[in-house]
Each structure stands twice: as structure tokens, then as C-alpha cells.
């Protein structure tokens, strides 16, 4: 049991990290993460509503979809959507503070398809609830370290000199595509 | 479509806010292709176009899969655009999108089960694919059914393009085939990376370094005229 | 005033927008209506997506258990084999095994589906092997993500999978030279761990399966 929640969440975080192996969550990747502080609180924000999510998704699989497999991308989307809504409220009413940092990039998750990809993997893989957190927290937490590590790469080129050429998306791909390559530097220790 | 004609239309329509300003049919589908691409130019979805792009048919397929859903919907939405209430318009977006994605999801998987195995979760996560809900948004709700059938099949089309240049270079060049198909014979060493995860972030990154490169030498080429 | 676009005579006052009935009334409408489309949808696809699924695992059955005569399912209730799908389980989902009878009527082999972690994510097989020798009769790859062109091979190369067969499970060992141990491997150059994945999930797949139909034969069930 534990070997096995321990390989789903280092799996996830590492070997098939949402962002880097996976291609998840680009748009905000590639968009936000331009300062090291939005980026990991963009990853904390993700993070937790991924888990919301897997408890959500787990309550939905359970005892309401099992009949209706056909309204799945429906029924998670449509929790997906209410979830980040009702975190927004909560965090706004409970931790002002919190809200200030994370405010503006909440509504940002719903369209994170990192969110929808882990209720529908978690489904098809048939995960149960402390499969399915665990899940969560490897996926969130690897699209932390991506936002975090991506930010500070770039904190760093803002002053360097780049080719005009480069200065969109250029660069940001290819050192996307060094990262990534780093990454798979993991693959095989979960084995062995 | 004449100029007379465009204005009649226009002032038979009630103005809407923030609509797209009137324009020839062709101009409303060429858009999507060129100008406007939304992988290339506007840098949407570009979590399909880098994830499932490491063989030719799985671009094709996404780019089918697409297409169906951002016409149906952009149809629908059209033809339903005074129905819709606008506090509660996102969510029926999203309800109508979701429905025609799932549609999608089970053809695929009843009538091309291989392709849906190789696409995966990525076909359902179409719903998230912000082209579709960003077209909705900023142009099906707000004109013509012709002008939104239009332009959904310009973005959609649009967009295959985009996803097949990309998987048609990484299939050629990381295992020496198109469509399966071997291009360069049993000698050539597949350069396995560029059908990995790495080498989809690689090949964006060299299209957008091109697309960089073209645009600054127009520019020079413009500065120098100035000058 | 801004809220309200498109003019619906319904509204009551221009500032209040539309009114929560006709809100709640409009999402219920379209939900209630996609509800139904997909219903349609998926009793029309529903069959050839088992069709498709059945047959899937029935080329991998066969495969690996050399055409048999004939089938036969056991499925998995508790931890013992049982005739009958287990209540309120699909009968393409349950946990099962296949037992490959030949025209004599003999037992020739079982096949069951096991995995586990490969190099990069979980490798999935079709382990087809015979209770009573513990000899494997060869096995095929369900699912892997594995290096494309390195640990692949497990899928793609035919004569891996064809130093399987025969082999004695008791266990199964890797070993990087070519071997004549009946119960030894040669492993992929460059996708060790991979080659290993794949007899880790062969080991497992007959130490949970093997006391299973051993305790089913004893209760006398074949």
C-alpha cells in the first residue's frame, strides 16, 4: 500500500510532472510565470484545488456517475468550475490575507487542464480517495516545482541579452525542452 | 458578399456590444488560418499541440475531433445567442461545448478505438481547450450563424495546420515515418528524442525561433525602406 | 445595464437583468437536454466500444496462450474463483482469468492481467503461464509508455517476448548475457529496467494467481 501511494506520488511529481512530461497547465506556465513569487503561489493555489478535486472526483465516482458513465467531462467540469468558485469565496471570507497573494490567479485554474486531466486519469485508473489526494499532491506539487523553477529562469533572463528573435517564446520553449529533458533524468527510480 | 449587402445585414441586427466589427465571410474564415492562427499566432492550446503531436495521426485526429466540436458549438451558440441569458452565458458555453466534446469522445472511441487509445484523456480535455471557449466568447455569441460557422472552421482548420506541421516534423524526424509510412529507409537513425516529451517543447521552440527570425528581418527590411 | 445584451423581453427592469427563474430555468433546460443527447449518444456507441474492448482482450488471451480450443472465465470474488461475475461488477471490468482448454479437453495454460512500475510509468501485461509446471506460455504488452526505441522493444521485438516462453517462473530472473537457465532472462541492452519491469509483473502475476487456482482445483471447480 505504501510502496504504491509512495510510486504514484513520485511518478507523478517527478518522472511524469504534469508540466514538464505531460504538456498540463501550459497556459499558465508559459503565461505567469515570469516571477518567482506568483509562480509558487500559482503551484499553491493549483495545488490545492487539485486536491478539492480528487475528493470531489472520488464523491461524484462513488455515488453518482457509476450509472451515467457518459456524464463525466460534463459532471467534472461543471464541479471543477463551482470548486474554484467556492475556494475563491472561502479563501476571500477566511484568509484575507491569502486572498490578496492568490486572488487573481484562482479563476485562472478552472481552464487548467492539469485540473481535468487528473479527474479523468484518476477515473480511468481507478484510483480511491487516499490514491486519488496522493495523486493530487504529486501533480500539484510538481506543477509547483515547474511554475517555481521556470520563474526563476526567467527572473534571470531578464537581464541577459537575448536575440531579438528569441525574446517572445522563443527562448521560454527551449529552455522549457532543457527542463523537460532534465526531468526525464528520473524516469527509473521508481523500480528497481 | 458585397459592401451593400454586409451593411443591410449589419442594420437589420440589433448592435451588440463588443461585437466583431462586420467583414467579408472569407476574411471572418482566412483569419483563423493565418493572421490570427491560434496555436502559431495567438498561443492557444498549446497543451494538445505539443502533447499529442509526436506522430501525424494523432494531429489529424485532434485536428478532426476540434474542428467538429468548435463548428458545432459555434453553430449552436450562434443560433442561440438571444436565447442565452448573459449572466449564465459562460455556463451553457461550457454545458454545449462539453456535450459536443463527449459526443466526440465516444464516436472515437466506438469507431476509431486505436487513435482513441493513442489521444487518451486528451480528447475530453477539448472542454478546456481555450480556442473554443475563447471563440464562443469573443465571436459566436455575438454574430451571424454564417459569420461563427465561419470562423470556427478558419480557427479549427487553423489550428489542424498548426498541429499537423508540427507532428508531420516530429514523426519524420523521430522515427523516419509519416503516418507509419517509413519516409527514410531501414539506415536512417530515428532521433528518438523529438517524439519525446522534450523534443515537443523543442520543435515549438524552433518554429517560434523562425517565426521570430522571419518577422525581425521584415522589420529591418521595412526600417531600411524608411530610411 | 451593460448586463443584458441581446434585448429579451423577458426581463422586468433593464438594470435587474434576467431573473433567477429564467437563470436557473435556462441552465436546467440545456442540462436536462445535453443529459439526453449523450444517453442517445452513448446507447448507440455502447456496443462497438465493448466490442472493441472484448475483442482487444481476447487477440491478447489467445496470443498468449497459443490458440486454444476453447476459453473458459473465472472471476475474482473476494480472493476466491468464482463461475459468476461478481454482483454490481461489469463483466469487461471485473478482475478475471482465462483458462485455454485444448480439443482434448486439458487445461494447456491460464492467462491473467498483472502490472507494474516500468521505467517510466506502469507497464501492463497479459502473462499467459501454466499452473501446474509454472512454465510461461508468453505474454503481451497491454499498455507501456516506455523509451521509444530502448525499452519499446518489450512491445516491438518480437524475439524478446519469444525468450519467454518456456521458462520456469520460480522466479523468473534478468541477467544482462544470454543464458541457458530455464528460469533466466536476457535483458534489452539499454532497457534494463524496463526488461526487469516485465519479469517483476510475470513473478507477480504468478505468485497472486497460482494459489488462486490451486485453492479453486483443491474446492474442486475443474
Known amino acids: 500500500m505504501i510502496a504504491n501511494l509512495s510510486w504514484i506520488f513520485f511518478s507523478t511529481l517527478l518522472i511524469n510532472n504534469f508540466t514538464l512530461a505531460m504538456f498540463l497547465g501550459l497556459c499558465s506556465f508559459f503565461g505567469v510565470t515570469t516571477k518567482m513569487d506568483t509562480g509558487w503561489r500559482l503551484g499553491a493555489a493549483n495545488t490545492f484545488v487539485l486536491v478539492m478535486t480528487a475528493v470531489a472526483v472520488w464523491v461524484l465516482n462513488t455515488f453518482v456517475l457509476a450509472q451515467a458513465p457518459y456524464l463525466r467531462t460534463i459532471a467534472f467540469i461543471v464541479v471543477i468550475a463551482s470548486l474554484v468558485q467556492i475556494v475563491e469565496m472561502a479563501i476571500k471570507k477566511f484568509l484575507p490575507v491569502l486572498f490578496r497573494e492568490l486572488g487573481i490567479y484562482l479563476p485562472l485554474i478552472t481552464t487548467n487542464c492539469a485540473i481535468l486531466y487528473l479527474a479523468l486519469t484518476q477515473t480511468t485508473r481507478g484510483y480511491g480517495l487516499v490514491e486519488g489526494i496522493v495523486y493530487a499532491l504529486g501533480g500539484g506539487l510538481g506543477l509547483t516545482l515547474a511554475l517555481t523553477l521556470m520563474a526563476s529562469i526567467r527572473e534571470r533572463l531578464d537581464v541577459a541579452d537575448v536575440p531579438a528573435m528569441a525574446k517572445k517564446m522563443g527562448l521560454v520553449l527551449i529552455i522549457a525542452s532543457c527542463m523537460s529533458m532534465a526531468f526525464m533524468g528520473f524516469a527509473g527510480m521508481g523500480s528497481g | 458578399m458585397t459592401t451593400e449587402a454586409l451593411t443591410t445585414a449589419e442594420a437589420a441586427e440589433p448592435i451588440v456590444p463588443g461585437a466583431p466589427p462586420p467583414q ?3 476574411l471572418d474564415f482566412w483569419r483563423g488560418i493565418a493572421d490570427d492562427n491560434p496555436v502559431m499566432i495567438q498561443m492557444l492550446g498549446l497543451c494538445p499541440a505539443m502533447a499529442i503531436s509526436n506522430q501525424l495521426a494523432n494531429g ?10 468548435l463548428v458545432c458549438s459555434s453553430l449552436l451558440i450562434s443560433l442561440l445567442r438571444s436565447v442565452i441569458p448573459t449572466e449564465v452565458r459562460l455556463a451553457t458555453y461550457i454545458l454545449i461545448i462539453a456535450t459536443f466534446v463527449t459526443i466526440s469522445d465516444l464516436v472515437m472511441q466506438a469507431y476509431f478505438p486505436l487513435l482513441s487509445k493513442t489521444l487518451g484523456p486528451f480528447v475530453p480535455l477539448i472542454v478546456v481547450n481555450c480556442i473554443i471557449l475563447g471563440r464562443a466568447e469573443a465571436f459566436a455569441g455575438k454574430v451571424k450563424p454564417m459569420r461563427a460557422m465561419a470562423d470556427a472552421f478558419g480557427m479549427g482548420i487553423g489550428f489542424t495546420l498548426a498541429l499537423c506541421t508540427i507532428s508531420a516534423f516530429r514523426e519524420l524526424v523521430g522515427s523516419g515515418m509519416l503516418l507509419g509510412y517509413s519516409i527514410f529507409g531501414p539506415n536512417y537513425e530515428p532521433w528518438v528524442f523529438m517524439i519525446m516529451p522534450p523534443g515537443g517543447f523543442l520543435t515549438m521552440g524552433l518554429m517560434f525561433l523562425v517565426m521570430g527570425w522571419w518577422s525581425e528581418r521584415k522589420k529591418a527590411k521595412l526600417a531600411g525602406v524608411a530610411a | 445595464m451593460s448586463g443584458h445584451q441581446h434585448g429579451a423581453p423577458a426581463a422586468p427592469t433593464p438594470d435587474a437583468g434576467s431573473s433567477t427563474a429564467r437563470l436557473l430555468f435556462t441552465l436546467a433546460f440545456f442540462g436536462s437536454l445535453a443529459g439526453a443527447v449523450l444517453a442517445y449518444t452513448y446507447q448507440k456507441t455502447l456496443t462497438p466500444i465493448r466490442k472493441f474492448a472484448g475483442e482487444k482482450v481476447e487477440i491478447a488471451v489467445k496470443e498468449v496462450l497459443g490458440s486454444p480450443a476453447r476459453l473458459d472465465t473465472l472471476f475474482l470474488v473476494g480472493d476466491t474463483l468464482s463461475r459468476s461475475v461478481p454482483a ?135
Open chain 2, 60 to 69: 489529424l485526429g485532434m485536428g478532426a475531433a476540434t474542428i467538429f466540436v
Open chain 3, 88 to 222: 454490481g461488477v461489469d463483466k469487461l471490468e471485473a478482475v478475471k482469468v482465462f483458462i485455454g482448454i485444448n480439443d482434448k479437453g486439458e487445461r494447456t495454460g491460464v492467462a491473467v492481467e498483472e502490472a507494474a512500475p516500468g521505467f517510466a510509468n506502469e507497464v501492463r501485461l497479459m502473462v499467459g503461464f501454466d499452473p501446474a509446471t509454472r512454465a510461461l506460455t508468453g505474454f503481451k504488452v497491454l499498455a507501456q509508455s516506455e523509451t521509444p526505441g530502448l525499452g519499446d522493444k518489450i512491445q516491438k521485438d518480437s524475439s524478446f517476448v519469444a525468450r519467454f516462453v518456456g521458462k520456469l517462473v520460480t522466479p523468473l530472473k534478468g541477467d544482462k548475457n544470454q543464458t541457458t537457465d530455464p528460469s533466466t532472462v536476457q535483458t534489452i541492452t539499454g532497457a534494463t529496467i524496463t526488461s526487469k519491469a516485465v519479469i517483476k509483473v510475470i513473478n507477480k502475476a504468478v505468485d497472486t494467481w497460482k494459489p488462486r487456482l490451486d485453492a479453486y482445483a483443491k474446492e474442486g471447480g475443474q
Open chain 2, 24 to 26: 467579408p465571410l472569407w
